[in-house]
């Protein structure tokens, strides 16, 4: 069966990737989904609550689950873990019909105090659960991340994170996990955006099957104003930010735009009525840039 002329077909080529078709209720709705490879899946696009204050995550996160979103990233550095908890709460939805991240700090790092980190931010979040959890950085100087991962098998075995990943692991990080544990983390969260693309890593994720999950998606809003962004949505009749998510997501990236203005978390999450062509594909593509990067280096940070 062919594509008619003009057109990609919606499902994209990734085998991690399934187009889920879902029940809610009395509303259908259409969602994509990336599958890990231990067989858990996470919605493509959900959202970031980073530098968002706890009484501001309550209402960003409610007024997400309540356009539609059903996949919230927090961390425990965030400090806004019990607003997060509290959204969920004032969403009426079910625990089970959101998927939670949150993430390890560094000062944490260590078997034991891993332990006790999850535990901490279970009790902040009023669940007794996350989706996911991550080690927020390698923090490779401490000496501590491969223990830190084994405090994360270890919490997945009881089930108090339900999969386990790491953020800003670069490919040494992710081999000595690996080769020390047997165990491979479903997804690596890092800084990435059409200025700042991770070529070679995502490379590196594809071989592994580890899922890649974009931070910064949208350049921390600086992409918004790239005179290429703002062509090709002048051409689709979109906003630069729905042209940056959709190239996230036809990159088979999971992608997690922050805001705490209403009206864009419901913009943010409406990109599913088009499509970006070869062209704007590869207009977006040459933005990519070895200066790209807005946050700090994980192979530099001493934090
Ligand atoms: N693992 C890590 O180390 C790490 C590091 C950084 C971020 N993250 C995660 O990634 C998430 C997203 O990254 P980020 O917060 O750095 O930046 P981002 O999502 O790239 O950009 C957020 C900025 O863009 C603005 N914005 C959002 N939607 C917009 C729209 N439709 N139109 C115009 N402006 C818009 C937001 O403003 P308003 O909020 O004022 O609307 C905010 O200033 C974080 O929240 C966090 O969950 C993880």
New binding site residues.
């Given amino acids: 069966m062919g594509t008619p002329p003009g057109k990609t077909p919606l499902i994209f080529r990734s085998p991690l990737e399934v187009l889920v078709l879902r029940v809610e209720g009395e509303r259908m709705s259409n969602r994509l989904e990336i599958q890990f490879h231990d067989g858990r899946c996470i919605p493509q696009l959900g959202l970031?609550?980073?530098?968002t204050p706890n009484e501001t995550a309550v209402t960003a996160v409610q007024a997400a689950l309540q356009s539609g979103y059903r996949h919230v990233?927090?961390?425990a550095i965030y400090g806004n873990e019990a607003g997060v908890g509290e959204g969920l709460k004032a969403s009426g939805l079910a625990r089970s019909q959101v998927f939670l991240t949150t993430?390890l700090w560094n000062d944490d790092q260590g078997f034991d105090s891993t332990l006790r980190a999850l535990e901490a931010s279970l009790k902040k979040l009023a669940t007794d659960y996350v989706d996911l959890y991550l080690i927020?950085?390698p923090s490779a100087h401490r000496g501590r991340y491969v223990d830190s991962w084994r405090a994360l098998v270890r919490l997945q075995s009881e089930g108090k994170a339900r999969s386990i990943g790491v953020?800003?692991f670069e490919s040494e990080h992710l081999h000595r996990i690996i080769g020390e544990t047997g165990v491979t983390p479903v997804l690596n969260?890092i800084?990435l955006?059409p200025r700042f693309q991770q070529r070679a890593l995502r490379q590196e994720h594809a071989r592994l099957k580890i899922a890649t999950q974009s931070?910064?998606?949208?350049?921390?809003?600086q992409l918004?104003t790239d005179p290429i962004v703002l062509a090709v949505a002048a051409k689709h009749g979109k906003?630069p930010?729905q042209v940056v998510i959709r190239w996230h997501l036809e990159n088979q990236l999971i992608v997690?735009?922050?805001?705490?203005?209403p009206s864009?978390i419901v913009?943010?999450f409406a990109v599913q009525d088009f499509q970006l062509d070869e062209s704007d594909r590869s207009q977006l593509d040459s933005l990519d840039s070895a200066e790209g990067r807005i946050?700090p280096n994980p192979a530099t940070a001493t934090f």
């Fill in positions: 970031g609550v980073w530098q990233d927090t961390a993430k927020h950085w953020s800003n969260q800084e955006h931070w910064s998606p949208l350049g921390q809003g918004l906003t930010a997690i735009p922050k805001s705490v203005t864009r913009e943010n946050g």
